[in-house]
């Protein structure tokens, strides 16, 4: 039991990664498995990730991968680059980025061709290398605030990707309570 729930975090974190990347036919069955994790939990993201998987089965995935695009690469208020949203262009984003990579080589960990904060880079990061100190500052103050920002910024749009966004938040929030 206890290992069960030592992978749930990691789990979670890697799933929610699959939901916030451009959509694929993935996308499907990632929903599938994190609403019933979450739903083990007694969570309270399980309703927004409901939410967005009713509107997920009634539109094709073309349609998924342009609302992804209109919500993650045409709205600033939404870009899934975290030092965008906590540092704008300032030299301190650069800053940010510099020390993820050099947090992520001490993991033996590579962002691959993405930039170090994009958000599904960060979530995978946390999936490999959960439990640490550290970690749980890059959620406190770093991936916690981002998500607040993007959330405001869709808030008048209805966007389906509001409620990912949403329970992700509430898993991040209430993580010790829901992971102990």
Do not use: W
Not at 6 to 25: D, R
Not at 108 to 113: H, L
Not at 118 to 127: E, G, M, P, Q, T
């Amino acid at each position: 039991m206890k290992k069960e729930l030592q992978t749930k975090p990691a789990e979670l974190y890697s799933l929610f990664a699959e939901i916030l990347e451009y959509p694929t036919h993935s996308l499907y069955e990632c929903f599938e498995e994190c609403i019933s994790i979450l739903l083990s939990m007694k969570s309270g993201a399980a309703k927004p990730m409901r939410d967005f998987q009713i509107h997920l089965a009634r539109v094709p995935l073309a349609q998924m991968q342009e609302v992804y695009t209109r919500t993650f690469d045409l709205q600033p208020a939404c870009y899934p680059y975290l030092g965008h949203h906590l540092f704008g262009e300032d030299y301190r984003r650069g800053s940010f980025m510099a020390g993820l990579m050099k947090h992520y080589r001490s993991y033996d960990f590579s962002p691959g061709k993405e930039l170090p904060d994009h958000i599904a880079i960060i979530l995978r990061f946390l999936a490999q290398c959960s439990g640490s100190q550290e970690n749980d500052e890059l959620i406190l103050k770093c991936l916690i605030p981002a998500l607040e920002r993007m959330l405001s910024g869709l808030k008048n749009g209805g966007n389906p990707y509001g409620e990912v966004l949403g329970a992700l938040l509430i898993t991040l929030q209430t993580r010790p309570q829901i992971f102990n």
